[in-house]
């Protein structure tokens, strides 16, 4: 079964300082990635997604994620945190073809220091 | 362009009774996935409809169950509730994968239910 592993529960950093999120996944080939942010009180939103090609992908916000397959990991990157960058993370695989159910990680709260 | 909404936003119920949670997908969209995300977790699936039938379910009891309509909406039941059935509950729409589309899910801001 595919899992998802965001080993940071919580993640402090300090405004204009950078920023990467842990993403490891276990699948048997590679699935489709995605990260999402959470606000308080919100659903979820979409920052980025990969599914082929540049293993580099930029979203929104920002953001930007590297797909590395020999580390089965998709971390999510910015180079410099605003406040309002404040919110939870979850990173989700979803199987290629099929359904394509996402399985989402349990998430990383990022809290923002001025 | 209207996005993914649910109603209520908020619901207090007590154990055994039986709850009842709205979806309107984006425009456009034809599947609709509900997911249960408990506190400090990430969402959990529970079930998918397309075309008005439910096409996958997650590992959750037959309590829960569902419908959509031949508008694309959704409802997402659950009977004899449980203090453990606390949770938000968030509805995600999309458009049909087993038609070849790449469509990431666009999520509502969720129905937050509390059972005491």
């Known amino acids: 079964a595919q899992s998802v592993t965001q080993p940071d529960i919580h993640i402090t950093v300090s405004e204009g300082a950078s920023l990467e999120l842990r993403c490891n996944y276990s699948?048997?080939?590679?699935?489709?990635l995605f990260w999402y942010v959470q606000s308080p009180g919100q659903g979820l939103q979409l920052l980025l997604k990969y599914f082929s090609g540049d293993t580099l992908v930029q979203g929104i916000k920002g953001f930007e994620a590297e797909f590395k397959r020999s580390q089965s990991s998709f971390n999510l990157r910015k180079p410099s945190v605003h406040w309002s960058d404040a919110a939870e993370y979850f990173c989700?695989?979803?199987?290629?073809?099929?359904?394509?159910?996402?399985?989402f990680g349990r998430g990383t709260s990022l809290i923002v220091h001025p | 362009d209207a996005g993914v909404t649910q109603s209520p936003t908020h619901l207090i119920k007590t154990r055994g009774q039986q709850v009842t949670l709205r979806c309107s997908p984006k425009?456009?969209?034809?599947?609709v996935s509900w997911y249960q995300q408990a506190l400090g977790q990430g969402p959990q699936f529970i079930f998918q409809y397309y075309e008005e039938e439910e096409r996958q379910r997650g590992n959750f009891p037959d309590r829960f169950s569902g419908h959509q309509f031949p508008n694309y909406s959704s409802e997402l039941n659950v009977n004899a509730l449980l203090l453990g059935d606390s949770a938000l509950y968030l509805c995600a729409s999309s458009l049909d994968p087993r038609q070849g589309y790449n469509s990431p899910l666009h999520f509502g801001n969720g129905t937050r239910l509390t059972v005491t």
């Open positions: 989700a695989v979803a199987p290629r073809g099929g359904s394509y159910i996402p399985t």
């Open positions: 699948y048997g080939a590679t699935p489709y």
């Open positions: 425009s456009g969209h034809d599947t």
